[in-house]
């Protein structure tokens, strides 16, 4: 097994919503949004983690504390085995070069005003002192690694001349110039068109191929994760159900969850006919979420008293294949 | 006769710079009951045609020739007044993109179904109200969340209610532009779900428009494969998803991943959509095409159905 690059033990990040004044004098109960609750997570060098689930299970949320992005509410980020939930910006900053994301909208990630060479070169500037000629090499070399042909073109366009595609790959280059460690990628092709989604993400699996990074990509299209991902946790309200090598997870899946998120996925085949149950109803609001196992006000399998009132640890059923459901006895 | 026949459609909108030719020579036709799905990428033309078969292009846009038949009469020719008060929503009815904007934030979803109901039909307020609460619980919403507002309801709810406005004054027709994206899996399936039973229950047809040819594969008999105004293949789902023959279904097909099938590489199509202001002459295909040969970059290749009701748009075809 590959070293493991970033760890995350009990991992939780509450909103505290605020309420009014009048209602702060009636009640001293404060309401909390639970985003992430007590999760383990770890990605390793060289693997595609895939982090799949619907809105609101707390994807997004998991990527950012563990780019420490914001901070957790509770629990411990390790990077190479060395913690880093306290460290200070400016002991973080020298970490940042290592651990960069890929976030979801590429029309709204680059700064209009900013020409490509600016944008990628930001990262250099403020992470590393280099002079602007050595900047200007390794923009460059960061531009042609994306396939940006030629480099010194698009050095000096802004991002509304670009396609989608492109301005994407301009995302990435800013990613990757410095070499990191450890990248977050948050639904990156989902605003694309379906017919280059394929290009990015052969994008992103040479890079990590060539850099050999720990990646953490998160989205919600299982088919998606199938065709990408070594690894593929499933969340759901904050926490991890089943998480385990992707072809356990896609082939055999044993949470409830799992297996109606890969029912729902459409499949471009005439031939095949679904089944036509489909999960009822949507999340419920992480505010106040479900006591015992989250998933009992929707699951299909429920086997009674103790889905309401027990939360179900997840467990190592064989072969690494962990998951969080009584319906499982530990092996 | 067919409820609805597109006969070379041409929708151009006008710029400085000259003409888009956003439609572009296009025909399908559409029977009782049935539901077809126009595939492709963005501005290829999908949304155009259907905003040209209710009429309600932006100032700028233009069918310029070809006719929309509709249950016997032509719509392209009728008066506004006649559009209004027979087609639209009687007739023709759409799902617009973006289901999160698509009421008014400021009134009660209820209300604004009344308000759909009371244009179009000539009824009582009450009686109109108990039809928007019958209609809700159609499409799965209890009908106590009646005069709840927008902002209240999920988007998968929201979604559902603007299915049962666009379905308030029974159309034969339903125009569903992309119902699945913006939603989750699981909302996605159950809306697709419910658009399936709508059609089933009411013999609704369907005009699907979407770029996920699996919403297509599960949800339509026909599909129209459209890129840069033009239709490229035009069959029964079953036949272009098996053997898809244009090298551009080919690639889209390939574009994709199935959970289903076995595990393989996805191949994104080079290059992008072209200029429709200026698109390349002979195929609009041609430069990103990996079977191109002379003959694609002058001569426009015609839609030419085989002997299975398929048509197909390439040259490669006679060979």
């Known amino acids: 097994m590959s070293e493991t690059i970033v760890r995350a033990e009990k991992l939780t990040k509450l909103f505290i919503l605020k309420t009014g004044f009048f209602k702060s004098l009636t009640s001293r109960q404060t ?48 990077f190479h085995n060395k913690d880093i939930t306290k460290l200070n910006e400016n002991e973080m900053r020298v970490l940042r070069r290592k651990m960069q994301i890929v976030f979801q909208d590429p029309y709204s990630s680059l700064n209009p005003r900013m020409t490509i060479g600016d944008i990628v070169a930001e990262p250099v500037r403020i992470l590393e002192q280099r002079t602007p000629k050595d900047t200007e090499d390794l923009v460059k070399k960061a531009l042609d690694d994306v396939e940006l042909h030629p480099p010194d073109e698009f050095f000096f366009r802004y991002p509304h001349e670009l396609s989608g595609g492109q301005r994407q790959r301009v995302a990435t280059a800013r990613a990757f110039v410095l070499n990191p460690e450890f990248v977050v990628a948050d639904e990156p092709v989902s605003m694309l068109d379906v017919s280059i989604r394929a290009e990015i993400l052969d994008l992103m699996i040479a890079l990590k191929e060539k850099h050999n990074t720990a990646f953490l990509y ?114 | 006769m067919s409820l609805l026949e597109v006969n070379q459609l041409k929708t151009y909108f006008k710029i400085m710079r000259g003409y888009v030719k956003a439609v572009d020579n296009i025909s399908f036709t559409l029977e009782k009951g049935e539901a077809i799905g126009l595939a492709g990428e963005s501005g290829c033309g999908k949304t155009t045609t259907a905003l040209s078969i209710l009429r309600i292009l932006p100032s700028n846009g233009e069918i310029k020739e070809g006719s929309i038949m509709f249950s016997g009469m032509n719509i392209t020719k009728i008066s506004d007044e ?14 617009f993109q973006g289901a999160m904007n698509a009421f008014n934030p400021v009134y009660r979803v209820g209300d604004q179904l009344v308000e759909a109901i009371m244009l179009h039909e000539n009824v009582k307020k009450s009686e109109a109200e108990a039809r928007g609460k019958k209609l809700l619980e159609l499409v799965g919403i209890e009908p106590s969340r009646f005069s709840n507002y927008p902002h209240e309801f999920s988007g998968g709810m929201k979604q559902r209610a603007l299915i049962a406005m666009a379905i308030s004054s029974n159309p034969s027709i339903l125009i569903a532009d992309e119902p699945g994206t913006a939603l989750d899996v699981i909302v996605q399936a159950q809306i697709l779900k419910l658009l399936r039973e709508l059609k089933k229950n009411l013999n609704l047809s369907m005009i699907l428009i979407t770029h996920d040819l699996s919403i297509i594969a599960e949800t339509c008999e026909k599909t129209a494969i459209m890129y840069a105004g033009k239709v490229v293949e035009y069959g029964s789902v079953f036949e272009i998803f098996r053997e898809p023959q244009h090298p551009y279904t080919i690639g889209l097909l390939a574009a994709f991943p199935n959970i289903k099938a076995a595990k393989t590489r996805m191949k994104a199509i080079p290059g992008f959509p072209p200029d429709l202001l200026d698109p390349p002459p002979g195929c609009r295909f041609h430069p990103r095409c990996k079977y191109a040969m002379d003959i694609c970059k002058y001569k426009e290749p015609a839609l030419i159905p085989d002997n299975k009701g398929r048509s197909v748009a390439c040259h490669l075809m006679n060979k």
């Open chain 1, 31 to 78: 309401l909390a949004v639970h985003a992430v609750d007590g999760i383990d997570i770890d990605v390793r060098k060289g693997e595609i983690l895939g982090l799949v689930g619907e809105s609101g299970s707390g994807k997004t949320t998991t990527g950012r504390l563990l780019l420490r992005l914001i901070d957790p509410t509770e629990g411990k980020i390790f």
């Open chain 1, 218 to 331: 998160i989205t919600h299209d299982l088919a998606l994760a199938r065709h990408l991902c070594d690894r593929i946790a499933v969340m759901y309200l904050g926490k991890i159900m089943e998480r385990g090598d992707v072809d356990q997870v896609v082939t055999e899946p044993l949470h409830p969850y799992t297996m109606a998120l890969l029912e729902a996925v459409p499949v471009p085949d005439p031939a095949v006919k679904r089944s036509e149950t489909v999960l009822k109803g949507e999340i419920p609001s992480p505010v106040n979420p479900p006591a015992g196992c989250r998933f009992h006000t929707r699951c299909p399998s429920y086997i009674g008293e103790i889905c309401r009132t027990k939360e179900p640890q997840l467990l190592d059923v064989g072969n690494g294949h962990m998951v969080a459901c009584h319906l499982y006895p530990k092996k």
């Open chain 2, 82 to 95: 006649k559009m209004r008060r027979d087609v639209r929503w009687k007739g023709i009815s759409i799902v």
